[in-house]
């Protein structure tokens, strides 16, 4: 089979999908990438056979540069004579579908990381994208879903083309990379790190933007810097807020309870040395975060919004908070601060729960949708 991998921009390939490609790879298939190489795609793929066509998508629906992303894909996929097409994010999506419209034998999948309309999105979104998902679900054989809430919203797009809309756990993860630590090599990692055995460590890797609301955790940890002088927040990653993020840890003096620690290559450790990991996020997909921190056995305190919720229960393996609830959150961090045995519980639960969203198991998971398309 002859497959093309499309997405808005290669971050994305690089980030979750190189191990689906290598798995259609290995089985023997041709296995092609259609995206905006804004980062250089893995090496790796290209020694595998992988042939790389930038294609300049743009995130923004009314960039002009889509229409001639459009017509390169088309002619791409025409000269190609590709088998199937699956698609990822939303607006490279919507163009592979539209320029696939009227070719014959081929085959349209769609991966959903995280539909732009969901349950509390601003009006636009519903405004710009579900009309656009609706009318693209004409021209797609299948949706593949993250989470529950955009897999029931897929159902109700089904129509005479679109008939089957599958469910799987995430992209998988690396369980060889992210696993539990005893207390001793906590502390070891601790000390390399320049950190106490006494910290009380949140651990947050997001990019600092509004979406994922690192003002929140701000307010809360100056809500308890007086009870639990020895709390301490990591916020890895960079962002179109860090400026303003920055501003408001000065203004309330918590330097030294606030680390921005910037883009990190090594999260794993990261997550090893530290106590709980928190998201206070507006909307996901199904968070790549989390599920780290469950696969290292961390206990979770996150916001109530899609794929958050699809992997923490509350008194489970963590608490589910409002999006908004700053004294909520406030008050579920110092449970866990005064109970180690309640976050030794909620940390087995979290290495139990995950054990499904495995990279091993959502590609047997992708191979059953994959044996309903190949000829």
Known sequence: MKILYVSTISNTVNAFLIPHIKYLLK?????????????EVSSELSRLGCNIHNIEFQRSPLKKENFSAYKKL?????????????????????????????????????????FHFFKGAPLKNWLIYYPMEKFAANYTDAIITINSEDYNSANKLKNTRLKSVFKVHGVGIDFKKFTYNNSQQKNILRSKYGYNSEDFILFYAAELNYNKHQDLLIEVINKLKTKIPNIKLLLAGEGSLKEKYEEQVNKYDLGTNIEFLG??????????????????SRREGLPVNVMEAMATGLPLIVTNCRGNRDLVTNGKNGYVTGVNN????????????????????????????IKDYSTENVIKELEQIYLNYFK
């Open 326 to 353: 700053i004294d909520e959150f406030t008050r579920v961090v110092e449970e866990l601060y005064n109970s180690h045995e309640l976050r030794i519980k909620l940390s087995e639960n979290s290495i139990e729960l």
């Open 27 to 39: 089985e023997g298939h041709q296995v092609d990438i259609a995206s905006n190489v804004i980062q």
């Open 74 to 114: 088309k002619d791409l996929v025409l000269f190609g004579k590709y088998d199937i097409i699956h698609t990822h994010t939303p607006i490279a999506s919507f163009i592979a579908r539209i320029a696939c419209r009227n070719i014959s034998n081929i085959k349209i999948l769609y991966t959903a990381h995280g």
């Open 263 to 280: 883009f990190r290559n090594d999260i794993p450790n990261l997550l090893k040395l530290s106590d709980v990991a928190v998201s206070a």
